[in-house]
């Protein structure tokens, strides 16, 4: 050190530069972590997320504490974007949701009128398999002076994309919008990063290390008020490989094995500006059934406000069957849930605005519709409780003048314990406490026993409606020598094991079929 004429002062005093300014590269590197007084708040968004992501908590984990952290303003590298997530999995899983869940969440809370607030409208994103090309990076970056594309060369009034490139001063500000606190933001998604063109990812690089970057055209764009989501299907191959030779893997093998090819693909720098390190990379989880089927769930409420903007009131419930077939035409490995939504487009939302049904759907303001398969005829059917506006009434259902001067009444004591019958609706099961009727759907076939001639051949006292510790539901009669309990399944159907089949009468189907596609 003595030769370089630095002296021991000079010598601390390098030291400790060098000490300075590797821990400032290594914090920048870091995500800043979510304090105590900001946990609320990362509870409620990540309650938001789970509304609309399924099946995937890592992801909306570190979703939601990004999302405070863009409230808040808090970052360590002051001129680096508000945020960056890198998202891997297989197509289908939420990737693309989670980010246009984010920004209907920030929207919620923006400056942007209630009527104006769409999130696919705000979300710039970039399919980076076409940008793989180093002919089609100008749509992108935008073209070099002089070239045709470029502003002032000639031609370039027949080129928009290159005029105006897709991650471009204007474009970025067409797509920004003002948070009630925060400042302004935008939202970036690249989709598939792996496939993009060397000079993207480059271009991606600075934006992401200093919060600008300069296009191809020379213009300086300020990505320092937006946060970047990265999609990746890295590591589809290996797994699918794995799968093929030992079966079902576990997702710590699945996370370590799209983390170890996220490394191979792309250079330490690059995914520390994408994510803070390969173990902070959100990885997402194939569906299982469970998520699958509150994916239909969610896809439903979609359908049904879709109704509502035809001035349509209506809610949907799914028999078993016609679940299962949904299930079958729009999950598979993979593609994941992504065409769940067009087939419920193709199978129940044109259908039943079809001109010829439009009357019928009208009449239906406010009520539900039952929606079956009939696997005899491979077409998915439409039923409602409404016989006596859409049909004729079954002679079990006519409502005689003798019935409404003197309504039936329970012969014992009926007694619903809390949330049984919600989830009597959930299971599609209608129990009438007066007439102590129960329906229930099986594959389209409408069944129904009675309780009433139970209660009175054995002398039941009083009649208990719960659920039980697996939130299944149970019937309990109080008879003089003891209680006997009838049981439904988690589908709603019959546990035959805690009951006298012989006293279960099946009835002919008492919903009127009043469409089929």
Known sequence: MSNLGLGVTGAICYFMIAFCYSYMKFIEAVPPRVTAYEQPKVEEIRDFLKSRVVGQEEATDRIAQELVHVFSGLRINRQAPRG??????????????SA??????????????????????????????????????????????GYIGSKGAEGSKNVGEYTHPALGVEALEAHTFELQEGGSVSVVLLDEIEKAHKAVRNFLLAALDRGMAKTAANETVNFRNTLFFFTSNLGNHELAQLKQDDGKLDGATIAKIRRRALTAEFRPEDI??????????VVFQALNREASEKILGIQLLSTENDFMRESINLEFQVTRAAKEELLNLGVNEDTGARALKAILKSKVYQPLLHPSKMENMKA??????FIDYDA??????????????????????????????KPEKPPIPIEFRSGVKEKLKEL????????????FLNYGVMHQMDFRKFAVENNVKSLRVELDTNNQVIFVFREKGGDSTFRLDKNGLPDKLNFDIEKIKNTKQVFYKWLTC
Do not use: W
């Open 84 to 97: 960056s997530i890198l998202m891997m999995g297989p197509s289908g899983v939420g990737k693309t949701e």
């Open 100 to 145: 246009l869940t984010a920004i209907e969440y920030l929207l919620q809370h923006s400056k942007v009128p209630e009527t104006e607030r769409d999130p696919e409208k705000f979300l710039i994103k970039i399919d980076c398999g076409a940008f793989s090309q180093e002919a089609n990076v100008a749509m992108l970056m935008g073209s070099p002076p």
């Open 272 to 281: 520390s500006r994408m994510s803070g390190s390969s173990d902070e990379t």
């Open 364 to 369: 239906l303001g406010g009520k539900t519709v």
């Open 376 to 405: 005899k005829t491979r077409e998915f059917v439409f039923y409602t409780s409404l016989i006596d506006k859409l049909g004729e009434e079954t002679p079990s259902d006519k409502d005689t003048s003798e019935t409404k001067s």
């Open 428 to 439: 599609l099961v209608d129990f009438n406490p007066n007439t102590m009727i129960v329906r």
